[in-house]
């Protein structure tokens, strides 16, 4: 049953552009896929380990703007400048994480929020290389060719490729994650911490990793955000709201699922899409209340309960 | 010199108004041991109440606290009864995330019904600033100061003085004993929640005329706030009056003398230190 789901789910984002040419319906796949990437490399972290970061939007930042800068000012491929920008990310998660894991609970939450605002603070005032409040612009995006036909940007079907290859990676990356040894250590940590210690698990070590891994997918994240939007400034890509709403995406699906960010990124972004076009930030309204919602009635997201339903799973 | 004094001022009198916003928050955290997210929300909505109270019914903002403080008490309680209090015993980051989801919920209510416009409020006595020692003081802020310190005086009068503020201390020491003594102490958690809502929601009304408006203000507030809480020491509510004023000298005198783009940062960077190096705040008094 689960072998089949995935099958048919890998298919199905394989035709999925074959379907429709209406730029609405391709422009809201790329965004859930876009954001189950983000929620899936959140919930490495968040969801399994059951570090609750707000400030995940300082990776995508950093992706964004690696991907941009190198594009803008070294010429570098674009495809580079994402790679770079996920190595970045990761760069930059390893001092954040041996600083901030020495807190617990909620005050890690409040260190990680407190980074993310010293980021995007600077991101927003060294204009020499951010250009500030301006924002970097792409106009043209390179030639590339796949077996002499040359990829049309203006089309949204390779940025939906592009995404999905992504997504594909972020989620059989959590999937071996949770299957690995580090996958037990982080489980471990989430369910009590000092007996994880006390049983000889490196905690810092584990956690650190988690979210080198977790940062560096962001990063690519970032890069593709720069691509598909061409157009990028600190308040739209290192804004607390982000690390919010990946935070929400996770936990509406289910934490410490592999599917969960996917079911969660599917029901709130389609939400939000919908209402995006009839007022402005009305979307969030229901962010808020999906949250308020799961969290009372299934601690478990919406993923988590539903395959108890399907039976996938026996219960514990 | 003259420069100096003047962001010593304008520091300590910004700095009261955080430190009651985080008194409310403290005190919450520390009969309850959540951290409310949505605080700034609270400060938001008294803010909007000042503002459509003013602009609607011509009341003054320094009156209508009167109308405002009450009324979010009863609010902060019938959100503790009915929304919080099922949630609490879930634990503490489900608790953080629920609230996240209230702060997002009410910002974006606000947002949909006021629009994201600035709003300013513009008092007919406070266009000129009033120039004791040839330092310049802005009234509404003078106002707003006066009334802090008269509210804090009030709540503490509150907490040490009456059986309700015994069972409120004694149940942030330790809830199971407070019950023992015959506490009630889901209704001291309600009252309680209910007196953090309604101190925020008062600073919200006394910041009104000094502050720009609009809905997502409560977001810049409440990180303010955990900077404040985690300075004076979670729980405590003296370290956050003096966490308060530290912010408020820090941001006017960081303004001055290292650079306004970054006097934010500088907030930031302390925070993470004390976070860092001395959790339990720096006066040592809160718990971590």
Known sequence: MKRLLTVAGIAFLLVAPLLTNNAFFQHLMIMVLFWTLLGASWNLLGGFAGQVSFGHATFLGIGAYTTMLFYLSLHWSPWLGMLAGGVLGALLALPIGLICFRLRGPYFSLATLAVAEIVRLVALNWEQLTAGPVGLLITTLPQVSIADHAINWESKIPFYYLAAGLTLFAIGLTYAVSRSRLGAYLTAVREDIDSAEATGIDTVRARVIALVLSAFVVGLAGGFYALYFRYIDPDAVFAISLSVEMVFIAVVGGLATTAGPIVGAIVLVTISEIFRDRFAAGHLIFYGLFMMLVIRYLPEGIWGQLRFLLSLERRR | ?288
């Open chain 2, 1 to 288: 010199m003259e420069i100096f004094a003047q962001s010593v001022v304008s520091g300590v009198l910004t700095g009261s108004l955080y430190a009651m916003i985080a008194i409310g928050l403290t005190i919450v955290f520390g009969v309850m041991r959540i951290i409310n997210l949505a605080h700034g929300e609270m400060v938001m909505l008294g803010m909007f109440g000042a503002y459509w109270s003013y602009t609607l019914l011509g009341i003054d903002p320094f009156l209508s606290v009167v109308i405002w403080a009450p009324a979010m008490f009863a609010g902060g309680m019938l959100i503790h009864r009915f929304l919080l209090k099922d949630v609490i015993p879930k634990g503490e980051l489900n608790t953080l995330l629920y609230t996240a989801g209230l702060s997002l919920l009410l910002a974006n209510l606000a947002l949909f019904f006021f629009t994201g416009d600035y709003r300013t409020l513009n008092l007919p006595y406070a266009l000129m600033p009033a120039r004791p020692f040839g330092i310049a003081v802005p009234i509404p802020l003078a106002i707003a100061f006066v009334m802090a310190i008269a509210i804090t005086l009030g709540l503490y009068l509150l907490l040490s003085r009456t059986d309700v503020g015994r069972a409120i201390r004694a149940t942030a020491q330790n809830p199971q004993s407070a019950a023992l003594m015959g506490v009630n102490v889901l209704r001291i958690d309600m009252i309680t929640f209910g007196l953090g809502t309604a101190l925020a929601a008062a600073a919200g009304v006394l910041l009104v005329p000094s502050l720009y408006l609009y809905p997502t203000v409560g977001e810049i507030l409440i990180v303010k706030c955990f900077v404040i809480v985690v300075l004076g020491g979670l729980g405590s509510v003296p370290g956050a009056i003096a966490g308060g004023i530290l912010l408020g000298l820090v941001e006017s005198l960081g303004a001055v003398y290292i650079s306004v783009a970054y006097k934010d940062t500088i907030g930031f960077v302390l925070f993470l230190l004390v976070l860092l190096f001395r959790p339990s705040g720096l006066f040592g008094v809160g718990r971590s």
